[in-house]
Each structure stands twice: as C-alpha cells, then as structure tokens.
C-alpha cells in the first residue's frame, strides 16, 4: 500500500506541475486533459485542462487535476523535508512568492527551520529541515 496526494485546481494544474518539475526535481509521469475524455462533465473552457496529472518528488507522488469549482487546500499540507537549511530557504523562497504565507520559516522547538504556506497555484505547503547545522 502506498499513501499519495492528490490536489484540486481552478485551471492552474499543468502549470503548478511544470513549474515543480522545473524547480522542485520532479518527474511528470502523465497528463491527461479533459478534452480526450469520452464523457466531459466540464465547461468548454476547461476541455484544455488537466483531467488527471501525476508528478514524483523525492520518493512521493502527487496527483492533480484542474476542477472548474475548486477550492484552494485547507487544513492539509504537501509536505517537504529537506537536510540543508540552504535548501529550505531556497524552497521557501521560491515556493511562497506569489502566495500566502500562514507561518514564516523559523526555527522551532521540533526543527531547524520550518514554514506553512499556501503558493500562488493553490497548493499549501509545509516545510520542516530538521538536522541542526552548526
């Protein structure tokens, strides 16, 4: 058994996922639009988004698709874990411009550096880099 996450777009999901491919080391493994879709349940100006898209990270994969109504994520986080606070500044950074920061990149009594926002796709995140550098 294997625990994925799967995220929702308002028409943004083929973007999100490229621009994490691009930043994050991802890997695209499929994108599907709704346009090749026997059934469409959507508005002809969503027959060019993504029906289903999914994308490895690290050793996880995330899911999307892009759903006319779709809510930004609440009260549930895409989560990363990094070793180098380097690189946790860097995704911090690069991940929140544009976006809503809940909680700024700290040190925390559980980390080295941590962060909790949502980005300018929608998708909220968390990030925890807990080894202690000198």
């Known amino acids: 058994m294997r625990l994925d996450v799967y995220?929702?777009?308002?028409?943004?999901?083929e973007e999100a996922?490229?621009?994490?491919?691009?930043?994050?080391g991802g890997r695209i493994l499929g994108i599907r639009?709704?346009?090749?879709?026997?059934e469409s349940f959507v508005p002809p100006e969503f027959r060019d988004k993504v029906v289903h898209?999914?994308?490895e990270i690290g050793n996880a994969v995330l899911m999307g698709a892009d759903i006319p109504n779709a809510?930004?994520?609440?009260?549930?986080?895409?989560?990363?874990t990094v070793d180098q606070e380097a690189e946790a500044e860097r995704l911090y950074k690069l991940l929140s411009d544009g976006g809503e920061i809940f909680m700024k990149m700290e040190k925390t009594s559980f980390a080295n550096r941590f962060a909790m926002w949502r980005d300018r796709?929608?998708?909220?995140?968390?990030?925890?880099q807990q080894s202690m550098e000198p």
């Not at 996922?17 to 994050?24: A, G, I, K, S, W």
């Open 17 to 24: 996922f490229r621009f994490y491919e691009q930043n994050l």
């Open 7 to 13: 995220v929702n777009y308002k028409g943004t999901c």
């Open 53 to 55: 898209a999914q994308i």
């Open 121 to 128: 796709f929608g998708t909220s995140w968390m990030l925890l």
């Open 33 to 38: 639009y709704h346009r090749d879709m026997k």
């Open 71 to 80: 809510e930004p994520m609440r009260s549930a986080y895409v989560t990363l």
